[in-house]
């Protein structure tokens, strides 16, 4: 892996409690990837944190009489305490939060389907070329960020164990489908050696 740099940029995916163990649509470990996340962030100078931020009665709920091929349990409804970023994961004051999900009628998995910000733009505005992508879940809004960013034209590397997914099957099927598309997959020591390859010493920055 190319040392990091300057064009690198860390994506954490959904890192919400309605997602982490307890939560409605809870991610079993959900909640063991959150140090591994803080480890990461001092490794970049660019961070963005998406959120499932969806208004009550969202499309994508199961209580929502409109017909739906897949549907959730109500979760990360706004303002709700469901919705914050777990309480342990560390966001730091100049990161990105994209909120997806705000349409009522339209689901979004993928940060690069909100509608307040365009993220593929932002993150080409900063000479952002490889896009780290963790959080949850790996089937889910993981994978479908990895995917668009790769049609964006970014560089992906998926950091494996900052990530958890909902189900075995569709967890190996999305690997499979990431993989397919030239999405490098790293555990975070990997992203570490690679940040003191470039002589950032580890923690240097604020989080
Ligand atoms: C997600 C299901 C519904 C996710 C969001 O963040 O992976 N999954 N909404
Ligand atoms: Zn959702």
């Given at each position: 892996m190319q040392p990091l740099g300057s064009k690198d940029a860390l994506i954490v995916v959904d890192v919400q409690n309605c997602f982490c163990p307890g939560g409605s649509l809870g991610v079993e470990?959900?909640?063991?990837?959150v140090p591994v996340i803080n480890d990461l962030l001092?490794?970049?100078e660019h961070r963005v944190f998406t959120r499932d931020w969806h208004p009550n009665g969202h499309v994508s709920f199961s209580d929502n009489p409109q017909f739906r091929d897949l549907s959730w349990p109500v979760h990360c409804v706004q303002e709700t305490e469901g919705a914050e970023f777990h309480p342990d994961l560390h966001v730091p004051d100049d990161a990105l939060v994209v909120s997806k999900g705000v349409d009522p009628d339209r689901e979004a998995y993928s940060g690069f389907e909100a509608v307040t910000v365009n993220l593929a733009r932002w993150l080409r505005e900063r000479g952002i070329e490889r896009l780290f992508v963790a959080g949850l879940a790996t089937d889910y809004c993981v994978r479908s960020t990895a995917l668009d960013a790769r049609n964006a034209g970014f560089e992906v590397v998926l950091v494996e164990d900052a990530t958890r997914g909902v189900a075995p099957d569709s967890t190996r099927v999305a690997l499979q489908e990431m993989a397919a598309v030239g999405v490098e997959r790293v555990l975070a020591r990997v992203v570490h050696a690679a940040a003191e390859a470039a002589g950032e010493p580890a923690g240097r920055r604020r989080v």
């Open positions: 470990g959900g909640d063991q990837i001092p490794l970049f």
